[in-house]
């Protein structure tokens, strides 16, 4: 079964500290995607990153990082020097690959507070 | 900007009167999801087109039904809103990976938060 484990429900930190927001998956497909995405209180779910299975290396993206380790199942995402409009919540999520379509199993989502 | 439209962005209606919430894409994407997401929750799939194959998740109630004229719209109806069934309501879409040979990325929609009075 697929699975995806954001243990962290909530996390604040003052502007221009790093931040790091975790996630576990379990699956036992051999090939499979997992995503990060941004929620801002406006509602609208903005795709950061995708990273298929087979790519475990590190991306950077401006301020943005992503640690992929396939040995511990956890795709972790950090932001450095974080700013205020870095709060939203963050979603990790895992596709299973269906005939038709990919479905995505979603973690609970971090709320990321980011004080001035 | 190829993009994923959700109107209105907020609906109010009342305990059992049918409402309606629209979904359009410039993508031209194959697949149109909708997710329902109560606060403080992740997203929950309620159904999928591909193309004009609709596809029901398991446990949606029947009181969730969709329709989908053509690749660029979709649209939500609830038949019998409850207050259960306040939520932000999120569309999406996404390639297929039958013809595209890729799991792709799903795009989303603002989102339509819905009032139950």
């Known amino acids: 079964a697929q699975k995806v484990t954001q243990a962290q429900t909530e996390i604040s930190v003052v502007e221009k500290e790093d931040v790091t927001l975790d996630c576990v998956y379990e699956?036992?497909?051999?090939?499979?995607?997992l995503f990060w995405y941004k929620q801002p209180p406006s509602g609208e779910l903005v795709f950061l990153i995708r990273?298929?299975?087979?790519?475990?290396q590190n991306e950077i993206s401006g301020r943005y990082s992503w640690n992929f380790q396939k040995s511990t199942s956890s795709f972790n995402f950090t932001i450095t020097a974080s700013q205020v409009v870095d709060s939203a919540v963050y979603f990790c999520?895992?596709?299973?690959?269906?005939?038709?379509?990919?479905?995505?199993?979603f973690g609970s989502g971090t709320k990321l507070n980011v004080k001035p | 900007d190829a993009m994923v439209i959700q109107n209105p962005r907020y609906q109010v209606t009342q305990f059992g009167k049918p409402v309606t919430l629209s979904c359009s894409q410039t993508?031209?994407?194959?697949?149109m999801y909708w997710y329902q997401q109560k606060s403080s929750q992740a997203p929950k799939l309620l159904f999928h087109?591909?193309?004009?194959?609709?596809?029901n998740e398991a446990d949606t109630p029947d009181n969730f039904q969709s329709r989908r004229p053509n690749t660029s719209f979709c649209f939500l109806d609830i038949r019998s809103p409850g207050l259960g069934d306040a939520a932000m309501y999120l569309c999406?879409?996404?390639?297929?990976?039958?013809?595209?040979?890729?799991?792709?990325?799903?795009?989303f929609g603002p989102g339509t938060r819905l009032t139950v009075l």
């Open positions: 999406a879409t996404s390639l297929d990976p039958v013809t595209s040979g890729i799991t792709d990325t799903q795009y």
């Open positions: 699956t036992r497909d051999t090939t499979y995607y």
């Open positions: 990273r298929n299975s087979f790519d475990e």
């Open positions: 999520a895992l596709s299973e690959r269906l005939y038709n379509f990919n479905k995505f199993y």
């Open positions: 993508l031209n994407h194959n697949v």
């Open positions: 087109y591909y193309d004009k194959d609709f596809n």
